[in-house]
């Protein structure tokens, strides 16, 4: 008589395989989760400075950057005592006739934005940041999740560090020496 089936060893043996895979599998993946949530919010926060800055070149009128808790309603507005975390919205002549051009929902849970004692980014007409008292402005923008500025291979820190000087351009540091300095460090 001939019985098909595995063997109560041959089992034991698979699971046992397939226990270590998993130990071994599982920090790694979610390091790379956590990498590519950092770096889709990232670009996504560039690319709205970017949009902000061009329309501004564009409308020849002021843009506004600013936090916004109701992204996901027809009539978005600025929220000054939110966070960036909560979702943003990009707005064109803030002080006239409001324009929303672009929206962007809240952030990931486990990423969090530390930054300068800031309401809105603001770009003038020529895409620049305004001046105060007759001398250029400087933004800090630091992204941070649980792993903080620690190095995830060839010195790249896990926290990001979105610099915008006067000019208006945003410029971003990943080496994990620039992202400990800024603001303090994750």
């Given at each position: 008589?001939?019985q098909e089936?595995?063997?109560?060893i041959e ?10 895979l998993?130990?071994?599998g ?23 400075l970017?949009?902000?800055?061009s329309?501004?070149?564009?409308r ?24 960036l975390a ?9 002080d ?8 962007h ?5 486990r ?26 402005i400087e ?5 941070c999740?649980?792993?903080g500025?620690?190095?995830t ?6 926290g ?20 400990q300095i800024?603001l303090?460090?994750?």
């Amino acid at each position: 008589m001939h019985q098909e089936g595995v063997t109560l060893i041959e089992l034991l043996v698979t699971l046992s395989v397939a226990s270590i895979l998993i130990a071994f599998g599982t920090p790694p993946l979610r390091n790379f989760i956590a990498m590519h949530q950092m770096s889709a919010t990232v670009n996504d926060l560039v690319t709205s400075l970017h949009v902000a800055r061009s329309e501004a070149i564009n409308r020849e009128t002021s843009t506004r950057l600013c936090p916004s808790t109701n992204t996901d309603t027809p009539v978005s507005t600025c929220a000054p005592l939110a966070s960036l975390a909560d979702g943003w919205i990009v707005v064109s002549d803030p002080d006239g006739d409001a324009i929303v051009l672009q929206r962007h929902e809240p952030i990931p849970g486990r990423i969090r934005i530390n930054h300068d004692f800031i309401e809105s980014i603001d770009f003038t007409a020529s895409g620049r940041l305004p001046r105060i008292a007759d001398a250029d402005i400087e933004i800090n923008l630091l992204l941070c999740d649980e792993r903080g500025d620690q190095n995830t291979g060839n010195n790249i820190a896990a926290g990001r560090w979105i610099n915008i000087r006067g000019t208006g351009r945003p410029r971003i540091y990943t080496k994990q020496s620039d992202v400990q300095i800024a603001l303090g460090g994750c």
